[in-house]
């Protein structure tokens, strides 16, 4: 699970620079706010869920995990939606936002939940057995 998030920040990273280069030679700002949520939400926060679940596997395998996966994944690019009608004043495009920014909202709050179950001291001793028995 970790190369996969590795791999899908890696499409958001060329997705965020190829829009603030677009926006910088048209000289249109409006997706500024879309712009830093590509890079925020998906660069930075999946490429860093990706380092975390690799360096903590046993984490990975876990069903939060999963389900953290498939609701960053599928309420990221829902919120997108969402954020760029909104940023063209089409107001439908703000309850697709909400919808999707819960999703993300609840995937994060899971990978939190899943880090703290994941990374005490027995969940760690046990890992660390698994790996050399």
Not at 75 to 104: D, H, K, N, R
Request: with cysteine; charged share 10%; proline share 2%.
């Amino acid at each position: 699970m970790g190369k996969t998030f590795i791999k899908i920040a890696a499409v958001y990273f060329s997705i965020g620079v190829l829009l603030g280069m677009t926006m910088g030679i048209i000289h249109d700002f409006r997706l500024t706010s879309l712009h830093a949520h590509v890079n925020l939400l998906g660069w930075v926060s999946t490429a860093l869920f990706g380092v975390i679940y690799s360096i903590y596997a046993f984490a990975a395998k876990t069903k939060l995990a999963k389900t953290h996966f498939w609701l960053h994944n599928i309420g990221l690019p829902v919120m997108m939606i969402g954020l760029f009608c909104e940023s063209f004043g089409i107001t439908a495009g703000v309850p697709i936002m909400i919808v999707g920014s819960l999703a993300v909202v609840i995937g994060t709050i899971m990978f939190t939940i899943n880090i703290f179950k994941a990374l005490n001291t027995n969940s760690i001793q046990r890992a660390n057995k698994d790996l050399h028995a």
